[in-house]
């Protein structure tokens, strides 16, 4: 009797789940997955007790800020560049207008803000500004802050912002809080 044998055509995969898993593995250990990145705040808290959190804000204690569509800066509806804007901003802080501010430096004018602890920047921005121009302004309104923070730091404690324990740090920022009010996006129908 003849036998006969049949030659089998199927190939045989059932090593290629092994195979698939360890490219995974590979395309996981050796692939870079970038950082989004975004702007470093902490929102505020809400009202405390015992604090007026709707008290009226003096027109003076507010500096405006506005971006508009072409992405041109506006401080006080006056166009300025973005390289000016750390200034600007520093000297309206610290202008102690109140005479109340004794480690401030500033020039007391009528128009800037009566001290530190009272002065509000307001940052607005039409709907079709860039992300990039608002993230400018936010880093010059940052490192004004930064400077004059810095500045007291080195008046007060002889020392740098890193270097300040925890009490001195909070010392300095209550002497110059970041008070940043981001309002509401205007739409331009132009």
Not at 26 to 47: E, H, M, N, Y
Not at 153 to 172: G, H, I, M, P, R
């Amino acid at each position: 009797m003849k036998t006969s044998r049949r030659i089998d055509s199927a190939v045989n995969a059932g090593s290629m789940a092994d195979i698939a898993f360890l490219l995974l593995i590979f395309f996981l250990v050796t692939t870079t997955i970038s950082a989004d990145k975004g702007i470093l705040r902490q929102l505020p808290p809400d009202c405390p007790p015992n604090t007026i959190c709707n008290a009226e804000i003096h027109e003076r204690n507010v500096l405006n800020i506005f971006i508009n569509k072409n992405d041109e800066l506006m401080v006080e509806d006056e166009l300025i560049s973005i390289t000016d804007l750390q200034a600007v901003i520093a000297s309206f802080i610290d202008n102690n207008g109140d005479g109340t501010c004794n480690y401030c430096q500033g020039l007391s004018k009528s128009d800037s803000s009566d001290n530190p602890k009272k002065a509000v920047v307001s940052l607005q921005h039409a709907e079709q500004t860039t992300y990039g121009t608002f993230i400018e302004v936010q880093d010059e309104i940052t490192k004004a802050y930064y400077q004059l923070r810095e500045d007291y730091a080195t008046q007060y404690f002889n020392k740098t912002v890193d270097a300040l324990s925890k009490d001195e740090l909070k010392q300095v920022k209550e002497a110059y809080p970041f008070i940043l009010s981001e309002a509401k996006t205007r739409r331009l129908t132009q």
